[in-house]
């Protein structure tokens, strides 16, 4: 079983910066395809961001293209999204995701979950 936490969620102002992190709780972290999803009030959950096993591939949808960027630390069993010219659209809540076979932006990838942090960003 795989424990994904997630931090670094907060109010920030429009055109500000976050950095989120996840921190996994499994021995094969360097194994694992990670990304992050969110979902906003009243609104499906959707891809933000993945990463390979190896931070050789990463892959944005076109909304955080840019801005956001993906990162990993395998020694540390992290990873981590540094979000940049956060806007009012960006608020919801982050979801760190873990997929032990393949990656990408579909949800149905991902066998293993956060528990999400919340983000704002104020106008």
């Known amino acids: 079983q795989v424990q994904l936490v997630e931090s670094g969620g907060g109010l920030v102002q429009a055109g500000g910066s976050l950095r989120l992190s996840c921190a996994a709780s499994?021995?094969?972290?360097?194994?694992?395809?990670m990304a992050w999803f969110r979902q906003a009030p009243g609104k499906e959950q959707e891809f933000v961001a993945a990463?390979?096993?190896?931070?050789?591939?990463?892959n944005y949808a076109d909304s955080v293209k840019g801005r956001f960027t993906i990162s990993r630390d395998n020694a540390a069993k992290t990873v981590s999204l540094q979000m940049g010219t956060l806007k009012p659209e960006d608020t919801a809540v982050y979801y760190c995701?873990?997929?032990?076979?393949?990656?990408?932006?579909?949800?149905?990838?991902?066998?293993?979950w956060g528990q999400g942090t919340q983000v704002t960003v104020s106008s």
């Open positions: 995701a873990a997929a032990m076979r393949d990656w990408g932006p579909s949800k149905a990838l991902y066998n293993y």
């Open positions: 990463i390979t096993w190896s931070g050789g591939g990463t």
């Open positions: 499994t021995p094969t972290f360097n194994l694992l395809n």
